[in-house]
Nanobody, 130 residues
């Protein structure tokens, strides 16, 4: 079982920047595909960025060029997934969730589909307003 804890959300003005982080711990974290999803009130949860175990990245068209997904620490006990968000827009206001899927035994990919992940964090709120 993998535990995911997000941090870094907050309230920012349009055009600002944020870094969201997700601390992953538990069994098999070196074999994880991971992603960031967001859900605004009354809307479906959608994928914004994902990364596979080989470092390949995938971004939603709506965030391409503004969002950057990365992993900044890797060891046997903990992995940190980050999402750097630049030039924030009010349309980016949402709860942001970290998700993970182990690559063992069937493999995984940098998917933007929520059904491709089976471990979820509790979310961190991002609010963009002037």
């Amino acid at each position: 079982q993998v535990q995911l804890v997000e941090s870094g959300g907050g309230s920012v003005q349009p055009g600002g920047s944020l870094r969201l982080s997700c601390a992953a711990s538990g069994h098999g974290i070196s074999r994880l595909c991971m992603g960031w999803f967001r859900q605004a009130p009354g809307k479906e949860r959608t994928g914004v960025a994902a990364i596979d175990i080989g470092g390949r990245r995938n971004y939603a068209d709506s965030v391409q060029g503004r969002f950057t997904i990365s992993i900044t620490s890797v060891d046997n006990a903990k992995r940190t997934l980050n999402l750097d968000i630049n030039n924030l827009d009010p349309e980016d206001t949402a709860m942001y969730y970290c998700a993970a899927k182990t690559s063992w035994p069937w493999g995984c990919r940098a998917s933007l589909g929520a059904s491709d992940f089976d471990n979820w964090g509790q979310g961190t709120q991002v609010t963009v307003s002037s």
